[in-house]
């Protein structure tokens, strides 16, 4: 036997819509009159399985414009409590990049103390933590009437089946995990903040994805890094994804010796901080996008895990060598320095070259096609895009809904700004 489907919609002729009984018709859930467009039956999906959910909020389903996370939840201050270097550079980057105004706490026992002295919009809690866990520091926040009513987000590694679970039943309000990108991150924080003007109470540094100096650009290829991806979890700013992985850098220069030590240590305990250890290195490998990392740290932790004594030697040494070459990869960004060659006009930003793309997106807009988002992507790649980000936040904003009808408005924008007439 099949499974009952969730959701069922009826398309109807528009002529049948207008004239039938709005009474409703058993076990349909939603009404879609043809010719279907992309976008309503995008609307119409997202608000039934909205109707669906727990009484949990979630994050808000259609993406909305960066400017738009800025004037919304820019001037929160918000409490990160998490005990990694890199980890916080991380929330840091895409906290800041929005207005946020961010404070760290580095264990359970110390974001209690904080927390009793200063009035927090949010806080962000690591769920592995030294001296005092998340779990225990969110239960006892709870029981202090004067902290039951501040939102308590889980930012945390742990993703298996139950953790969410666990995280909820501490008292926290929702469960983030690991790798985070930055528009989860802000829409999730755009459901949980309480509501209130903050950006005139408070001063905040802005640093938006139009920072873009070209001694801060990652090269197109970083061999062990995902560029694309990386640059994606960053909102496309590139100094802020280049000072993550900088710091990454000088956290793993210590990783492989620690590691050794805490697998062939014979001192109580050793096995549990080399499992902490290797926790974090896949938390950062992911945040990073460095698979081969990953995948390497992941099969170590396994072994670790289930006491496989007889194949650590060589998962070992397969960390090693991958960390190896992932640090001489990183390496270069440090050698990058702006020459008379960088400054040059790139052939990808020569007139010809950008009105070939802006064209091709056109085309794609005009025909309905779905690679219209992909050649979008390439777009905002390029680093002339800084000079158009607010269109192109709008292509993305009526994209990502499929409505290519609006779509044309702000595709008109780009080509009048760049002086391409229209088709």
Same mark, same amino acid.
């Given at each position: 036997?099949? !499974? ?21 018709? +058993? ?24 109707? $669906? $959910? ?16 800025? =004037? ?9 409590? $998490? ?5 916080? %550079?991380? *929330? ?21 103390? @904080? ?9 962000? @809690?690591?769920? %592995? ?21 501040? !939102?308590?987000?889980?930012?945390? +590694? ?36 309480? *509501? ?26 970083? !061999? ?22 900088? *710091? +990454? ?16 240590? /014979?001192?109580?305990?050793?096995? &549990? ?27 170590? &932790?396994?072994?670790?895990? &289930? ?20 640090? $001489? ?5 440090? +050698?990058? =320095? ?12 020569? !007139? ?13 807009? %005009? ?37 290519? /009808?609006?779509?044309?408005?702000? @595709? ?12």
């Amino acid at each position: 036997m099949h !499974p009952q489907p969730r959701v069922i919609l009826l398309v109807t002729q528009k002529q049948e819509e207008e004239t039938a009984d709005q009474a409703p018709v +058993a076990g349909v859930d939603g009404r879609l009159p043809k010719p279907v467009g992309c976008a309503p039956l995008y609307d119409l999906i997202m608000e039934l399985f909205d109707q $669906e $959910e727990s009484a949990t909020p979630r994050a808000v389903a259609n993406p909305i414009l960066f400017s738009e996370y800025v =004037q919304r939840i820019g001037g929160a201050r918000v409490l990160l409590v $998490e005990d990694n270097l890199v980890n916080q %550079q991380v *929330a840091r980057e895409m906290l800041e990049n929005v207005g946020i105004v961010m404070e760290v706490a580095h264990n359970g026992k110390e974001a209690i103390a @904080m927390l009793g002295k200063t009035a927090y919009d949010l806080v962000l @809690m690591d769920i %592995q933590l030294p001296v005092m866990d998340g779990l225990t520091a969110c239960r006892i926040l709870r029981a202090d009437p004067a902290h039951r009513e501040v !939102p308590i987000i889980a930012m945390t +590694a742990h993703a298996m089946i139950g953790d969410r679970e666990k995280s909820l039943e501490a008292g926290m309000n929702d469960h983030l995990a690991k790798p985070i990108d930055a528009t989860r991150l802000y829409q999730t924080l755009l459901a949980w903040l309480p *509501a209130g003007d903050r950006g005139g109470s408070l001063a905040v540094t802005f640093r938006g994805p139009s920072e873009l100096e070209s001694t801060q650009r990652l090269p197109a290829i970083l !061999p062990g890094i995902d560029v694309g991806a990386c640059l994606r979890r960053f909102n496309g700013n590139h100094a802020s994804a280049r000072r993550v992985l900088l *710091a +990454a850098r000088e956290d793993f220069e210590r990783a492989a010796s620690q590691m050794r030590a805490c697998v062939y240590g /014979k001192r109580q305990g050793d096995r &549990e901080n080399a499992l902490r250890l290797a926790h974090t290195i896949r938390g950062l490998a992911a945040t990073l996008t460095a698979e081969s990392l990953s995948q390497a740290i992941l099969a170590l &932790e396994t072994a670790i895990r &289930e006491e496989k004594r007889g194949d650590l030697a060589a998962l070992l040494k397969v960390f090693d060598n991958t960390l190896q070459r992932l640090q $001489e990869s990183l390496g270069t960004l440090e +050698a990058r =320095q702006p020459t008379a060659e960088a400054t040059a006009t790139p052939p990808d930003a020569t !007139p010809e070259a950008i009105a070939s793309l802006l064209r091709e997106l056109e085309g794609f807009i %005009q025909a309905n096609d779905f690679k219209a988002r992909a050649t979008l992507e390439v777009i905002r790649a390029r680093p002339w895009a800084a000079t158009i980000r607010e269109p192109l936040e709008q292509l993305e904003h009526h994209l990502t809904r499929f409505d290519f /009808k609006s779509a044309q408005e702000p @595709m008109q924008r780009l080509l009048q700004t760049f002086h391409i007439p229209h088709h």
